[in-house]
């Protein structure tokens, strides 16, 4: 008997959610807890970290999980390697559904590092507007350079106070190119932070940067192990059939 458990938080894993409930497979949805009120589930859902590593494959084993798909954010890193590490202890098959980077296009002006810290070291020392599209979680190094006015964009409202003066945007994806050129127009971006998450939900503030001739500082993806990954829902339920057909 199949019983899944879904990495969740991405829009890709809600797509997913909704087409294996479709079918009818038992299935849990689990959040990482980052987000005060997540968006509903045609799933039952769970919200909070397992303890680490052992924590997850005690519950893969307690809840008879025999299927985990890795959909979430793919600079949630931490997860991702405990899922690989949790699988393996407790031999439950493992695939992730993770979208392709964005490559970039002619007419793109990005500045490429490695990380966070690399990224506050891209900005310019002369003061600019400069929008972090990067998660709330990651902003903290910012602060040292404190000439910018920043501006952030979250789903919840900050519920501590911020490192830094910032204009805060609350408000939930996907965004439209016209929305995101009126944002940035209307608060004279000068330039970009943003992590190369892929995927068409965000994609909007790299095609308006382009628009707008901004530079983008843009992060790449932590490495991560080896795994089984698909870039499609349709791929994970294809997964289902033949890791079933093998009696797992």
Known sequence: ?????????????????????????????????????????????????????????????????????????????????????????????????????????????????????????????????????????????????PQHSYTLRFVDPPETSLPFTADVIVSRGPFTLDGELDMMRTRGIGWIVARNSGGDGARAKIDAARTLGLPVVMISRPELPDRPRVESVTEVMQWFGHSTRLGA
């Open 1 to 145: 008997m199949t019983r899944a458990l879904i990495l969740g938080g991405t829009a890709d894993a809600s797509l997913l959610a909704a087409e294996i409930a479709r079918a009818r497979i038992d299935a849990v949805y689990s959040y990482g807890g980052r987000t005060r009120a997540p968006a509903g589930q045609p799933l039952p859902t769970r919200i909070g970290g397992f303890g680490g590593v052992s924590g997850l494959a005690d519950y893969i084993r307690r809840e008879g999980i025999t299927h985990v798909i890795d959909a979430t954010h793919p600079f949630a890193a931490e997860m991702s390697r405990n899922a690989v590490a949790a699988c393996a202890e407790a031999g439950t098959p493992l695939i992730a559904l993770e979208r392709m980077p964005w490559d970039r296009t002619q007419g793109d002006n990005w500045i490429e590092v490695a990380d966070v810290n690399a990224a506050v070291a891209a900005l310019p020392e002369t003061p600019a507007r400069v929008f972090l599209a990067i998660g709330r979680q990651h902003i903290a190094p910012f602060a040292a350079k």
